[in-house]
């Protein structure tokens, strides 16, 4: 089945170097694919390409294509914001905005022309919901989000890449700053919003990608090594890297 999300023939290079190389990669709806891989083979990169934050970075190029419900998202009428609310993201160091807990989530809804009142607290309620961070907040929305607990801030930071209703998340390693509780509550939420949305997620812990994951794509020096079932990469890999990289012995 062709997704309606997918990569092709993607490449980004940083000057002239080519971080990622020739990259094709489809992500199916009401899924997650993790991408792994050892630093500096192009994961962050590629993730980044997805939704064009590699236009904040002046020498990044990009040659090929990256397709969404048909639309090419680098084509020149695109509009980037409207690309960044079907596609969300959430970094790996929790960075919520120095406001409140609910002007966080209010934002983008605002942004994109919600005012009225009562809509906008359903929305910061069924985002932080969603995040399974409301019953932690909901006495507090008016405290600054950086009174948050750090796994606290980064389920805020899903919320609020939430409430503007992606079809798409992407996520960098956004459980890598966490302790073991908040990890197992992200990786808990992964779960249950894939029902919804199609998830894209790098992660260096590899336990984590098998549990999470319905697919990997294994990414070494910027290319694509192998791409299939969680399961079976796990259990069968064809690449011999794509082994030794899984079972820990190098990256
Ligand atoms: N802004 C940039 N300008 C120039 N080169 C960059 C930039 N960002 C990344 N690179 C280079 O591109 C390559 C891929 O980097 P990237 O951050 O995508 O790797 P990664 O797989 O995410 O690594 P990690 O697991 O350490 O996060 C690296 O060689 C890196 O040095
Ligand atoms: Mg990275």
Redesign the pocket.
């Known amino acids: 089945m062709e997704s309606t999300f997918r990569t092709e023939n993607l490449s980004v290079f ?2 002239k ?1 080519e ?1 990622v190389k020739n990259i094709s990669l489809d992500f199916p709806d009401q899924s997650v694919t993790a991408l792994i ?10 993730l980044r390409s997805l939704n064009r934050m590699n236009d904040e ?1 002046s ?2 190029t990009i040659k090929g294509k990256i397709w969404i419900e048909g639309q090419d998202i680098n084509a020149p009428d695109t509009d980037v914001i409207k690309l960044r609310q079907k596609i969300g993201m959430v970094w790996q160091k929790p960075n919520p905005f120095y406001k409140s807990i609910y002007e966080n989530i209010a934002f983008g809804p605002k942004y994109h022309g919600i005012k009225n009142k009562s809509m906008l607290d359903e929305i910061v309620e069924s985002s932080l919901r969603k995040a399974a961070l409301w019953d932690e907040v909901k006495d507090r929305l008016k405290q600054s989000a950086l009174s948050l607990s750090g796994g606290q801030q980064q389920r805020l930071c899903i919320a609020r890449a939430l409430s503007v209703n992606p079809g798409i998340l992407l996520l960098d ?1 956004p459980a890598s700053a966490l302790d073991p509780v908040s990890t197992s509550k992200v990786e808990e939420l992964i779960i249950e919003l894939k029902r919804e949305l199609s998830i894209v997620i ?1 992660t ?1 812990n590899m336990q984590q990608a098998a549990r999470i994951s319905d697919y990997t794509a294994y ?1 070494y020096l ?1 290319t694509l090594m192998e791409h299939g079932d969680t399961e079976l990469i796990f259990t069968n890999p064809v690449n011999a890297t794509t082994q030794e990289y899984i079972s820990g012995r190098f990256g």
């Open positions: 940083y000057g170097y971080a891989g050892p630093s500096g083979c192009g994961k962050s990169t590629f970075i020498q990044a390693e790098v260096h990414f910027g």
